[in-house]
């Protein structure tokens, strides 16, 4: 099976400026998540959603940061405006059901710098 | 403060050498899962611990699920570079919505 596609891969950005990430996940996966993963550090809880809805965004920056997941199908995950400290590898996961023994697939990623 | 606390943060051995390493919380997991991640990729699932007292192997790696189902520990024996790679660990609380949350990781690097 074709694994969970992100894009872009890379991304350089200024501060204030604005970016979108997209992911689209492995066929049939009910769940995805957006992870923020900075340098040294686990992976971080952004956003999860079960088909088109949002099962939990508290470590969301709401003020800045947004995501959907519209058709319960791909996902976008966008900053605006970018500061500094936002600076990580974006990480986009999926599992077949919301549950303990459902491991999550993962992408590869995009690595953002914000200058 | 972390849910889950890992240990050690760095880990640098020689080929052939065997280790073990930690995942702690003073919370109750309905599951843990261990996961590695190379540089440039996504974490890759290894096990999934399920059951208090579970012990799991897969080849020279072993993984076990304290009684209480608050901490784990991965045991590699006569490790390889191969071994190479940022070790994680993630769980979810019991009780309520699965939302999986990860530690630090250990970051292991295996020199031949």
């Known amino acids: 099976e074709a694994g969970v596609a992100q894009s872009p891969r890379y991304k350089i950005i200024e501060k204030r400026q604005s970016v979108a990430f997209w992911c689209n996940p492995i066929?049939?996966?009910?769940?995805l998540y957006w992870y923020q993963q900075i340098l040294g550090q686990g992976p971080k809880l952004l956003i999860q959603?079960?088909?088109?809805?949002?099962?939990?965004d508290s470590q969301l920056p709401k003020d800045r940061f947004s995501a959907e997941r519209l058709k319960g199908v791909d996902s976008t995950l966008k900053i605006q405006p970018a500061k500094l400290e936002d600076s990580a590898v974006y990480l986009c996961?999926?599992?077949?059901?919301?549950?303990?023994?459902?491991?999550?697939?993962f992408g590869n990623g995009t690595r953002l710098t914000v200058t | 403060t972390q849910l889950l606390e890992q240990s050690p943060q760095f880990l640098s051995i020689q080929e052939g050498e065997n280790l073990t390493v930690y995942c702690n919380s003073s919370?109750?997991?309905?599951?843990l899962q261990w996961y590695r991640q190379e540089p440039g990729e996504g974490p890759v699932l290894l096990v999934t611990?399920?059951?208090?007292?579970e012990v799991k192997k897969l080849k020279r790696l072993t993984f076990q699920f304290g009684d209480a189902r608050k901490d784990s520990s991965l045991h590699i024996t006569a490790a390889q570079p191969g071994d190479t790679g940022l070790y994680l660990c993630?769980?979810?609380?019991?009780?309520?919505?699965?939302?999986?949350?990860f530690g630090r990781g250990t970051s292991l690097i295996v020199h031949p």
């Open positions: 993630a769980g979810a609380r019991a009780g309520g919505s699965y939302i999986p949350t």
């Open positions: 066929s049939g996966h009910a769940t």
């Open positions: 611990v399920v059951t208090g007292g």
């Open positions: 959603f079960q088909n088109n809805g949002v099962v939990d």
């Open positions: 919370s109750v997991f309905s599951s």
């Open positions: 996961a999926s599992s077949s059901q919301q549950g303990r023994n459902s491991p999550l697939h």
